[in-house]
């Protein structure tokens, strides 16, 4: 399949090349041409029993490769999954579902992409026959680092190099990172916070002298970033599965309709939900939950996207996001694929921090999405709720989820079979999740780990375990407008 800019006159190039683009010349996302349909009935087969073959099945829509390709790297990018079912869908009730993307090597639902995404990009590079290398260069603040160091660790032609913000991470989160092996690989600590990371790497990408270096080692770069529509497609997999799989259990009935309640921060993960109700998947509403930074919330509900406002630190850091990236594909089909609006919504977001829509588009948005955000003490009260009513340990975005899940209900009686989607594992928030259902403040993250999992009766993932046994193999830290010093240390290694 094709795909064209968010921004451009409609110029297509082969999904398989925007993947090693990441972003379109333009400034614009990369969009499918046309939404292909699924086949439910297909689709039910395979959620009997193998995820790895649906997801091949839905990556084959958008991706020109063949087939027996698509289905070897996704067997390969799930096979480290500690559930068989690689997407597990938990029951709470009759009406309530909890889809855990949570069981991937780094415990959070960016491993469903990020373990495809360095596959698909070895893929492409074979494809279009690019001769030079890829580097990732990423900045995170958390989960994104880990999961694109797993996915990327050892794929060759491809190395990555992972900028984090020294003080900025939760303990789990950096241990996790600065203790990451693999030869292709390094992670830098930069002085300053995560905006500081992120211009740094900006910066890199429009050093012209960076490039020419970068070249002449054998490498072009490429984002690891969920503007990537290579971490788009991916997603919509578990959508289509999650619905199949509740429709080959006899839970729906085939076209019954399902909603999705989804913890957003940068809008992908719901946007991927979104392509898969265009794709034909019987969804009803799709709930955008936020956490206190609830932009998004107030742009659902009023049409008036506003980035001027207080930014607040949450114990669901992966959703303290103010600029929605992906939130420009949804408004590129909302307006009917109106390049020319959204080139202005985005100046001028750019320009003043908002922009406002029509009330036409405000109306359609309306009928697919419900928006709402909660508080910090409603999170906690959530995680607690949940554990007492279900015995169930949920993290603190997928509190979020639930929570807003719950005023949903509430505010409309819609009862409507409903998807809640997990996000991470509660053990990767340990010191936040155990204050929030025992009152128990404890400083050591594995103290509280080892707490946490006496109190529940759940268990530490090893994941998590073995962090505090690893050797830390990261420990270099750059000063925040000195990260092309990072580069070359690393080019030079990679070229030993
Ligand atoms: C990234 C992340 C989110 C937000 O997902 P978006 O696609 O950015 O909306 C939610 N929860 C967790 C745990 C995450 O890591």
Redesign the pocket.
């Known amino acids: 399949m094709q795909v064209m800019s968010t921004r451009g006159k409609g110029e297509k190039i082969p999904a398989t090349m925007a993947v090693l683009k990441g972003i379109a010349a333009d400034g614009g996302l990369f969009v499918p041409e046309a939404f292909p349909q699924i086949d439910l009935d297909e689709m039910a087969e395979y959620a009997a029993h193998e995820y790895d073959i649906l997801a091949a099945k839905v990556l084959g829509l958008f991706f020109d490769v063949p087939e027996d390709t698509l289905a070897t790297l996704t067997q390969q990018a799930y096979a480290p999954f500690d559930d068989t079912r690689v997407v597990p869908l938990k029951r709470l009730s009759d009406r309530e579902y909890v889809m855990e993307l949570?069981h991937g090597p780094t415990l959070?639902?960016?491993d469903m992409a990020l373990q495809v995404l360095p596959r698909l990009i070895r893929v492409g590079l074979d494809i279009h026959h690019q001769q030079e290398n890829v580097l990732i260069l990423t900045a995170t603040s958390?989960?994104?680092g880990k999961?694109a160091l797993e996915g990327f660790k050892d794929v060759p032609r491809t190395a990555i190099l992972v900028f984090y913000p020294v003080d900025g991470v939760a303990t789990m989160q950096k241990l996790q990172m600065v203790t990451q092996e693999g030869g292709n690989l390094s992670v830098c600590g930069v002085r300053g916070n995560f905006d500081d990371a992120q211009t740094g790497v900006k910066a890199l990408f429009a050093n012209e002298e960076l490039k020419r270096i970068l070249k002449e080692a054998g490498y072009t770069f490429s984002s690891a970033n969920?503007i990537n529509i290579g971490r788009l497609i991916p997603?919509v997999a578990y959508y289509v599965y999650a619905y199949a799989k509740l429709l080959a259990d006899g839970m729906v009935e085939k076209g019954q309709k399902v909603n999705f309640v989804?913890?957003?921060?940068?809008?992908?993960?719901?946007?991927?939900a979104y392509y898969a109700k265009r794709m034909g998947l019987p969804i009803g509403k799709l709930v955008c939950a936020s956490n206190h930074n609830n932009v998004l919330t107030d742009f659902f509900k009023g049409g008036k996207y506003d980035a001027n406002r207080t930014f607040y630190k949450t114990m669901?850091p992966?959703?303290d996001?103010l600029i929605?990236s992906?939130l420009e594909r949804l408004l590129y089909e909302i307006a009917g694929r109106d390049e020319q609006a959204v080139r202005q919504w985005m100046a001028s977001l750019k320009a003043s921090g908002t922009y406002e829509i029509p009330q036409s588009a405000q109306q359609a948005l309306h009928e697919l999405f419900y928006a709402d955000f909660c508080d910090e003490e409603e999170t906690g009260r959530a995680i607690r709720d949940t554990f007492e009513k279900y015995g169930y340990l949920i993290?603190?975005?997928?509190a979020v989820a639930q929570c807003v899940y719950e005023k949903y209900r509430q505010a409309t009686g819609d009862d409507t079979v409903s998807v809640v989607v997990s996000?991470?594992n509660p053990y990767?928030f340990t010191q936040d999740v155990l204050r929030c259902v025992t009152g128990e403040t404890v400083e050591d993250a594995f103290a509280a780990a080892d707490r946490l999992a006496q109190a529940t009766g759940t268990k530490i993932p090893p994941q998590i375990k073995e962090l505090c046994e690893k050797p830390v193999l990261h420990d270099g830290c750059v000063d925040k407008d000195d990260l092309i010093t990072a580069v070359n240390t690393f080019l030079h290694r990679m070229g030993d």
């Open positions: 949570t959070a639902f960016k958390g989960d994104t999961a969920s997603q989804v913890p957003t921060g940068n809008f992908g993960n719901i946007l991927a669901s992966s959703m996001i929605s992906n993290d603190t975005h997928t996000t991470a990767k």
